[in-house]
Every structure is written in structure tokens, then in C-alpha cells.
T-cell receptor, first 112, second 114 residues
Framework: QKEVEQNSGPLSVPEGAIASLNCTYSDRGSQSFFWYRQYSGKSPELIMFIYSNGDKEDGRFTAQLNKASQYVSLLIRDSQPSDSATYLCAVSFTGGGNKLTFGTGTQLKVEL | KAGVTQTPRYLIKTRGQQVTLSCSPISGHRSVSWYQQTPGQGLQFLFEYFSETQRNKGNFPGRFSGRQFSNSRSEMNVSTLELGDSALYLC?????????????FGSGTRLTVV
């Protein structure tokens, strides 16, 4: 059973701080990693994807991938109340084709 | 460009009935995947269709089925509804190359079985 694990939270951070969201996965051969944001009552929306070890930055968001440790993280700099949502980690496992396996998500709360 | 369109947005059905949900992917996207989302289980993969063929299937009973048409629109059907089928059903559109670029989700169909 190929799995994606996330801490369910909630993770509370003050406005302006850095939020760090973490995800581990079970298949060392996995190639593609995605972060989705889901607001309550809405569908998930893609924030970032990363394929290679290291960091990938997009505005206030940075995805970090460490394949040796089977670990992917999302950093949100200068967190805003509008960032309050559930963040879903998704992995494309080896042999899984186009299927993405999702973690259960981490709820982030950015407090004023 | 137009996004992923799912219809209907809300459905209320009675146990034992069947239901059909529809999804129109982004123009040019040939892959449609279906997920069930519940508070307890999160997003669970149902199946993927690519060029009218089921390419991947999750661990759901045979009551859950789907199909894809030549214009890439997809439908999923749930027969003999059970209370536990109450969930948000999400359609995900993608170009179909494994791992490339991720999905774009539709707004979902919220199914309530009573």
C-alpha cells in the first residue's frame, strides 16, 4: 500500500510568519510531487509541483523535496489570513500512471 | 480557457437508487480522473479514463463505474446507493502524461444519500 502521510493539524501561525507543512511518502521511486490548497467547501487547487531534489520557489511559496528521506515540504512566507486552508500533498507513485495519491491534508490557520 | 465543469453541483438520493455524475474536462485534456472525498478518508481515487479507456482503477466496489466519450467528457455512475456513498465527488482533468503538471479539479458534486 503506497501511502502519503501528513500531520492533520491544525497548524496555527501568526500573520507574517513562515508556515511549514510537511509530507512523507512510502515509495522511494516516486517521481512527481504536488501541493494543493483546499478552502472549506471548495475543491482543491494546485499550488506547486516539484520533480527534482532541492527547492522550488514561486512567490511566497517554496516546495522542498528530499527523495533520500522521502520527504516533501511546503513553506509559506509572510503568511496571510487568506492562506488559512487545508493543504494536501499528492504523489505520483512509480507504476501508478497518472494517478495521484493524496495525503489527508494539514489544516493551516493564520491568526491576526 | 474554460475550467473543469461538473454537473450537477448537489444531489440528494435515496438508498438503493442510482446516480450519474458528469464531467467536462479542460479543452485539450484527454485524461479524466474521479475521486471521492469524505471527512474521514480524504481523497480516494476511483478511476481514470484516457482516450475513452479506463486506464487505472481504485479499490471501490463494482457499483462504481464510469465511462468517457470521444470528446473526453466523462460520466461516473453509482448504482444501489448506500448511506456511506454520501461524499463530495471530484473530477480531475489533466493532459494524461503520468506525473506531468498535476490535475485541475472541478467544483465537485456533493451527493447526499438518505
Amino acid at each position: 500500500q503506497k501511502e502519503v502521510e501528513q500531520n492533520s493539524g491544525p497548524l496555527s501561525v501568526p500573520e507574517g510568519a513562515i508556515a511549514s507543512l510537511n509530507c512523507t511518502y512510502s515509495d522511494r521511486g516516486s517521481q512527481s510531487f504536488f501541493w494543493y490548497r483546499q478552502y472549506s467547501g471548495k475543491s482543491p487547487e494546485l499550488i506547486m509541483f516539484i520533480y527534482s531534489n532541492g527547492d522550488k520557489e514561486d512567490g511566497r511559496f517554496t516546495a522542498q523535496l528530499n527523495k533520500a528521506s522521502q520527504y516533501v515540504s511546503l513553506l509559506i512566507r509572510d503568511s496571510q489570513p487568506s492562506d488559512s486552508a487545508t493543504y494536501l500533498c499528492a504523489v505520483s507513485f512509480t507504476g501508478g500512471g497518472n494517478k495521484l495519491t493524496f495525503g489527508t491534508g494539514t489544516q493551516l490557520k493564520v491568526e491576526l | 480557457k474554460a475550467g473543469v465543469t461538473q454537473t450537477p453541483r448537489y444531489l440528494i438520493k435515496t438508498r438503493g437508487q442510482q446516480v450519474t455524475l458528469s464531467c467536462s474536462p479542460i479543452s485539450g485534456h484527454r485524461s479524466v480522473s474521479w475521486y471521492q472525498q469524505t471527512p474521514g478518508q480524504g481523497l480516494q481515487f476511483l478511476f481514470e479514463y484516457f482516450s475513452e479507456t479506463q486506464r487505472n482503477k481504485g479499490n471501490f466496489p463494482g457499483r462504481f463505474s464510469g465511462r468517457q466519450f470521444s470528446n473526453s467528457r466523462s460520466e461516473m455512475n453509482v448504482s444501489t446507493l448506500e448511506l456511506g456513498d454520501s461524499a463530495l465527488y471530484l473530477c480531475a482533468s489533466s493532459i494524461g502524461t503520468p506525473g506531468a503538471g498535476g490535475y485541475t479539479f472541478g467544483s465537485g458534486t456533493r451527493l447526499t444519500v438518505v
